[in-house]
């Protein structure tokens, strides 16, 4: 029984010698492999900035932080994630460090579909995955997965499994290869070609916003994302972006709920109708990012 006791203590001692190497060099190359590393910069307190943008695709492609700093005279930062949702969008905001009452928090909702589970609006897990090393990242895994938070503690390895081919394709190919959902500039914005579009045939039609679709976990996440900015004393704006050829109708309705003195929602669905400012219908091409961030810059200093 005694030599039992210790060859499992040998075992557990070299599993831990060899387990944590192994761990650190998965979670070192997975991160050398992102295009888009500015989770990484946010977390090592590389970007502090007064206002930071926080959405789905409309905002990652639709707000040009640049253009909201030179007519603010405030420093703005992009932490849009296409195809994400509000829960990750919560996530995103508790990332945050030092957030107080100088901040400005910008969060975008995706109009008719805001509070409806998609294909296309899903918790971006694989986002946060290559910064998994971090345990602010750990905990929102842990808290949006079946991720174990203590069992990601004790083992490395655990903590990285999801990493580890992604680390050998690094070894293999480098970095990931830049496409339009990763080109991103310093700002943390991702601009859509001008001179390509993939806009339909269509109609202008006024669609209504159906709560009965809505899904409470979603309104919740927005309950969640308000009550932490309150607590911190972020001022905080509810937008919609512009939207070709829709007129949102009662969903302006159903949002004034959330408005407050601390809390402004500001519908710009239907400020740019113009084709030319659209790369499809739900997303603004880079000059259309550009004059909607002029617009939404306005909004910001009318105090």
Known sequence: MKKLIVRSLIFVVLLF????????????????????NKLELLLE????????????????????????????????YNMGFSG????????????????????????????LTAFQSTEESIYRKDKLYPFIAYDKVLNEIALNSKKNYLASKISWLYRENQNFFDALEYLKNGKNEIDITTDIDENGFIPLDDKVSHLKNRENKDQEYDVNKEEQELIQSLEEFIEICDQNEVELKLIVTPILGVD??????????????????????KILSEEKYFFDEAHLNVSGAKMFSKILAQRLIAE
Request: with cysteine; glycine share 6%.
């Open 45 to 76: 307190r590389k970007i502090d900035r007064d206002i930071y943008i926080i959405g789905s695709s409309m905002a990652v492609n639709g707000i040009d932080p640049s253009v909201i700093g030179e007519n603010t005279g405030r420093s703005c």
């Open 84 to 111: 994400s949702n509000i829960p990750f969008h919560v996530s995103i905001l508790k990332l945050i460090p030092e957030l107080d009452k100088e901040k400005t928090i910008v969060l975008t909702l995706n109009g």
């Open 17 to 36: 010698i060899v387990e944590k190497p192994i761990g650190y060099f998965i979670s070192k190359y997975v991160k050398l492999r992102q295009y888009d």
């Open 248 to 269: 949102l109708k009662n969903f302006r309705e159903r949002m004034k709920q959330y408005s407050s003195e601390e809390v402004e929602l500001i519908d710009f669905s």
